[in-house]
């Protein structure tokens, strides 16, 4: 057998077959949450070493323009369309945007949204960074964000996905409970950390508006049919053990006028459904924890001992 690297070992295997149940509240069968990604971008950032933050030479005015109508127009007729529907939002924050841009914030906030971080800009990698940086991006994510809305944040995606491999340990260690980078499974899990109890929460890339549009190349109406038939197989799974469907917006995308109705359609037909448990990330996070988290350890140890 060739050797490779060691799995991290940030989590245990558990086949979806063969697990707890997971019941959600009201007999509900799969958890949807919709995740807003506020964010900030820096039209001419400092340069990391480690990847480029935008694809042509700084400053890149047409990439910084496109991603600043989320703030000015797309967000506002987003959240107007998801209220109008009784979704709230789980904002996926770049925390700077509470000082540059408050009244986005301010709105979200107003309509019940939760926040967590992810991170302070969206321009901002944490590749390359020591300790001592990373502890800094969190406090500031924790007390810009008390600050400006009065939430204490209780979950993390990365700055446009970049890691340390201290990530996770941290977070934990200063009271987060969920974290959204990890893409591997359709319920929340147990996360292994240095202390503290930390989970994963099902975040998508398969369904996010950035892959589909530009990734996949979706037409509006091809991405609102690919979250119905996501929404329908995990509802229907969920019957069995309760699911998680994340929708994962930019509005800069999604809030476009021509975009804007196929996704309406798609929030109708989940709330008319009857079997969503329609709600966000911070109150998944504690309902795991509370009913399910130590059934799903205790599934891991059983199949570890079966020698898998």
Same mark, same amino acid.
């Given at each position: 057998?060739?050797?490779?690297?060691?799995d991290?070992?940030?989590y245990?295997?558990?086949?979806?077959?063969?697990?707890?149940?997971?019941?959600?509240p009201?007999?509900?069968?799969?958890?949807?949450?919709?995740s807003?990604?506020?964010e900030y971008?820096?039209?001419?950032?400092?340069?990391?070493?480690?990847?480029?933050?935008?694809?042509?030479? $700084?400053?890149?005015?047409?990439?910084?323009?496109h991603r600043?109508?989320?703030?000015?127009?797309? $967000?506002?007729?987003m959240?107007?369309?998801?209220?109008k529907?009784?979704f709230?939002?789980?904002?996926s924050?770049s925390?700077?945007?509470?000082?540059?841009?408050?009244?986005?914030?301010?709105?979200a906030?107003a309509?019940?949204?939760?926040?967590?971080?992810?991170?302070i800009?969206?321009?901002?990698?944490s590749y390359?960074m020591?300790?001592?940086q990373?502890?800094?991006i969190?406090?500031?994510?924790?007390?810009?964000?008390?600050?400006?809305?009065?939430?204490t944040?209780?979950?993390?995606?990365?700055?446009a996905?970049?890691?340390?491999?201290?990530?996770l340990?941290?977070?934990?260690?200063y009271g987060?409970t969920?974290?959204?980078?990890?893409?591997?499974?359709?319920?929340?899990?147990?996360?292994?950390v240095?202390?503290g109890?930390?989970?994963?929460?099902?975040?998508s890339l398969?369904?996010?508006?950035?892959y589909?549009?530009?990734?996949?190349?979706?037409?509006?109406?091809?991405y609102?049919d690919?979250?119905?038939?996501q929404?329908?197989?995990?509802a229907?799974?969920?019957?069995e053990?309760?699911?998680?469907m994340c929708i994962?917006?930019?509005?800069?995308?999604?809030?476009?006028?021509?975009?804007?109705?196929?996704?309406?359609?798609?929030?109708?037909?989940?709330a008319?459904?009857g079997?969503?448990?329609?709600?966000r990330s911070?109150?998944?996070?504690?309902?795991?924890?509370?009913n399910?988290?130590?059934?799903?350890?205790a599934?891991?140890?059983?199949?570890?001992?079966?020698?898998?």
């Amino acid at each position: 057998m060739l050797e490779g690297a060691a799995d991290p070992g940030l989590y245990d295997f558990r086949p979806y077959r063969d697990r707890a149940k997971i019941a959600w509240p009201d007999g509900k069968t799969v958890a949807v949450w919709v995740s807003p990604n506020l964010e900030y971008y820096e039209l001419d950032p400092a340069a990391n070493p480690h990847r480029k933050s935008w694809t042509k030479p $700084h400053p890149d005015v047409v990439g910084y323009g496109h991603r600043d109508y989320a703030n000015r127009v797309g $967000h506002w007729r987003m959240a107007d369309v998801m209220t109008k529907h009784g979704f709230p939002g789980s904002v996926s924050l770049s925390v700077a945007l509470c000082d540059h841009i408050p009244e986005v914030v301010a709105d979200a906030n107003a309509r019940g949204w939760e926040f967590f971080s992810h991170g302070i800009y969206n321009t901002r990698y944490s590749y390359g960074m020591d300790e001592h940086q990373e502890r800094a991006i969190i406090e500031d994510s924790i007390a810009t964000v008390r600050a400006a809305t009065g939430q204490t944040i209780k979950g993390w995606l990365a700055p446009a996905l970049t890691h340390t491999p201290r990530t996770l340990d941290l977070i934990a260690e200063y009271g987060l409970t969920y974290t959204c980078d990890l893409y591997h499974d359709d319920q929340p899990g147990p996360v292994h950390v240095t202390g503290g109890k930390l989970i994963s929460m099902p975040y998508s890339l398969e369904v996010n508006d950035h892959y589909g549009f530009f990734v996949y190349n979706m037409s509006p109406r091809d991405y609102a049919d690919t979250l119905i038939r996501q929404f329908e197989r995990l509802a229907a799974e969920g019957a069995e053990s309760g699911t998680v469907m994340c929708i994962p917006l930019h509005s800069y995308l999604i809030g476009q006028p021509h975009r804007i109705g196929a996704f309406e359609e798609v929030l109708r037909h989940i709330a008319a459904d009857g079997r969503a448990w329609i709600t966000r990330s911070g109150d998944i996070a504690e309902h795991f924890l509370a009913n399910d988290y130590d059934a799903a350890t205790a599934d891991a140890a059983r199949y570890a001992e079966s020698g898998r």
